[in-house]
C-alpha cells in the first residue's frame, strides 16, 4: 500500500521569500514520487519527478525537490517566490507498474499563496 | 500534439440521471485512469484501465462506471447511484516505463 501526506492545507508566504511545501510518503516499494501543480480549473501540470536517480530533482520554475529516504520524504522547495506560483500543489507517489498497476495516490493537497 | 481531451468542460445534471464524460487522447498510452478531486481531498481514483477491454475499480467506485473499447478512448459514467457527484473530474494515461502521467484539462460536474 502507498500512502502520501502533505503537511499544510494552506501556506502563505511573501513575493521573494522562499517556499517549502512539505510532502512525506509511505511505499512497500522504491517509489516514484511526483509533484504536480494546479490552477484553478485546469488539469494538473508536472513540476518534477523522481525516478531512482539522483535524489536532489530539479523542475520547473525554479522548483526543487530532495529525496530523503531515511525521512520518507519528498519536500519542494523554490528559493523564490513568484505572484504566479500562487496554485494549489499536490505531492503523489506511484509504484511505476507494480503490485499497484501505476496507479498515482494523491496527497490531500496544500494551497499556496503568494503576497506582494 | 499528443494529449488528452475531456468533454465537456462544464456539465450541469438533475438528480437521477445518468451522465457520460468523455476522455479521449492520441498519445497510444494504454493505462488510463479516472480521479475525482474534492476541496481538501486531493485526488482519488475511481477506475483504471491497463489495458483495452480491461479495468479495474480504484478506491471509490461506487456509483460509476466505466468502457475501454478502444485504446483511445477511456468514458465515465456517473450513474444515480452515486450519493454525491457533484465534483471535478480527471481523465490522466501513463506512458509505458511507469513515470509519465499526462492528465486532462478536466470536466466539472455539477447535480443540479
Known amino acids: 500500500a502507498q500512502s502520501v501526506t502533505q503537511l499544510g492545507s494552506h501556506v502563505s508566504v511573501s513575493e521573494g521569500a522562499l517556499v517549502l511545501l512539505r510532502c512525506n510518503y509511505s511505499?512497500?516499494?522504491?517509489?516514484?514520487l511526483f509533484w504536480y501543480v494546479q490552477y484553478p480549473n485546469q488539469g494538473l501540470q508536472l513540476l518534477l519527478k523522481?525516478?531512482?536517480?539522483?535524489?536532489l530533482v530539479k523542475g520547473i520554475n525554479g522548483f526543487e525537490a530532495e529525496f530523503k529516504k531515511s525521512e520518507t520524504s519528498f519536500h519542494l522547495t523554490k528559493p523564490s517566490a513568484h505572484m504566479s506560483d500562487a496554485a494549489e500543489y499536490f505531492c503523489?507517489?506511484?509504484?511505476?507498474?507494480?503490485?499497484?498497476?501505476?496507479?498515482?495516490?494523491f496527497g490531500q493537497g496544500t494551497i499556496l499563496t503568494v503576497h506582494p | 500534439d499528443g494529449g488528452i481531451t475531456q468533454s465537456p468542460k462544464y456539465l450541469f445534471r438533475k438528480e437521477g440521471q445518468n451522465v457520460t464524460l468523455s476522455c479521449e487522447q492520441n498519445?497510444?498510452?494504454?493505462?488510463m485512469y479516472w480521479y475525482r478531486q474534492d476541496p481538501g481531498q486531493g485526488l482519488r481514483l475511481i477506475y483504471y484501465?491497463?489495458?483495452?477491454?480491461?479495468?479495474q475499480k480504484g478506491d471509490i467506485a461506487e456509483g460509476y462506471s466505466v468502457s475501454r473499447e478502444k485504446k483511445e478512448s477511456f468514458p465515465l459514467t456517473v450513474t444515480s447511484a452515486q450519493k454525491n457527484p457533484t465534483a471535478f473530474y480527471l481523465c490522466?494515461?501513463?506512458?509505458?516505463?511507469?513515470?509519465?502521467?499526462?492528465f486532462g484539462s478536466g470536466t466539472r460536474l455539477t447535480v443540479v
Open positions: 511505499s512497500s516499494v522504491p517509489p516514484y
Open positions: 523522481y525516478t531512482s536517480a539522483a535524489t
Open positions: 498519445l497510444n498510452h494504454d493505462a
Open positions: 484501465s491497463q489495458i483495452v477491454n480491461d479495468f
Open positions: 490522466a494515461s501513463r506512458a509505458p516505463g511507469g513515470n509519465g502521467y499526462t
Open positions: 503523489a507517489v506511484s509504484d511505476a507498474g507494480g503490485t499497484s498497476y501505476g496507479k498515482l495516490t
